[in-house]
């Protein structure tokens, strides 16, 4: 009996040892070099009353205007968030908006060198509730043109009250 349990073992063990040698290597997860290149992001703008626009969007980081902030990079390069031009989630909503004729508004904040995205579609906080961002269900840390999108991303304006 006992010889019978040591040979299992024995013989398990080497299994296993084989199994390991020949497992194909595990590829090392390598950070993906920043590029501009455009990439498709799934956009949501959820509003108070439902849902403002849903839909792939073609997009990589560039210029942004809006009539309350001017002109300014939405790239990714905002306070150096990104060594390198990078898509961004301000970058593909206006992306979205330009193509699909809707407006957006953001205020300029020299302080984050980024825009705080106000209105969507006329639709605005009205200082009780704000455009809150997500990408892949997490809201984002930094602002709209600092954070980098990858092709296949979820991101999200959603109408969130205070
Ligand atoms: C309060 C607050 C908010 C409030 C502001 C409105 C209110 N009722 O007060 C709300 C909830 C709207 C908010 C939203 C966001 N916020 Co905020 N917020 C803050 C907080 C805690 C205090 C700001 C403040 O009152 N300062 C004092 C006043 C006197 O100075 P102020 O310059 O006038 O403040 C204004 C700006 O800070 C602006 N603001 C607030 N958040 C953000 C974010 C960005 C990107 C910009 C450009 C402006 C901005 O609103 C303030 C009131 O008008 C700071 C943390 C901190 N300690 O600074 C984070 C902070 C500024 N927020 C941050 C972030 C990331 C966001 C969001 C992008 C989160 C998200 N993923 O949705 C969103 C903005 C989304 C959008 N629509 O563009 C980050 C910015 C980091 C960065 N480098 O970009 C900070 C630093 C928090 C952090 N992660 O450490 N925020």
């Given at each position: 009996?006992?010889?019978?349990?040591?040979?299992?073992?024995?013989?398990?063990?080497?299994?296993?040892?084989?199994?390991?040698?020949?497992?194909?290597?595990?590829?090392?997860?390598?950070?993906?070099?920043?590029?501009?290149?455009?990439?498709?992001?799934?956009?949501?703008?959820?509003?108070?009353?439902?849902?403002?626009?849903?839909?792939?969007?073609?997009?990589?980081g560039h210029d942004v205007?809006?009539?309350?902030?001017?002109?300014?990079?939405?790239?990714?390069?905002?306070?150096?968030?990104?060594?390198?031009?990078?898509?961004?989630?301000?970058?593909?909503?206006?992306?979205?908006?330009h193509k699909k004729g809707?407006?957006?508004?953001?205020?300029?904040?020299?302080?984050?060198?980024?825009?705080?995205?106000?209105?969507?579609?006329?639709?605005?906080?009205?200082?009780?509730?704000?455009?809150?961002?997500?990408?892949?269900?997490t809201p984002t840390p930094?602002?709209?043109?600092?954070?980098?999108?990858?092709?296949?991303?979820?991101?999200?304006?959603?109408?969130?009250?205070?």
């Open positions: 009996m006992r010889q019978t349990l040591v040979r299992r073992s024995v013989v398990t063990t080497f299994a296993l040892a084989l199994a390991l040698a020949t497992a194909p290597a595990v590829a090392e997860a390598k950070p993906r070099p920043n590029t501009n290149a455009a990439v498709k992001v799934d956009l949501t703008v959820q509003g108070p009353d439902g849902l403002l626009f849903q839909g792939k969007v073609k997009t990589k205007t809006t009539a309350t902030g001017g002109t300014h990079k939405c790239d990714g390069t905002n306070g150096g968030a990104n060594p390198s031009k990078v898509p961004t989630p301000t970058a593909a909503l206006d992306d979205a908006a809707f407006t957006w508004d953001g205020t300029w904040y020299a302080s984050f060198d980024d825009f705080s995205v106000d209105t969507i579609k006329n639709v605005s906080g009205g200082g009780s509730a704000y455009w809150s961002i997500a990408v892949n269900g930094v602002g709209g043109c600092q954070f980098k999108l990858s092709a296949g991303d979820r991101v999200s304006f959603t109408w969130t009250s205070f």
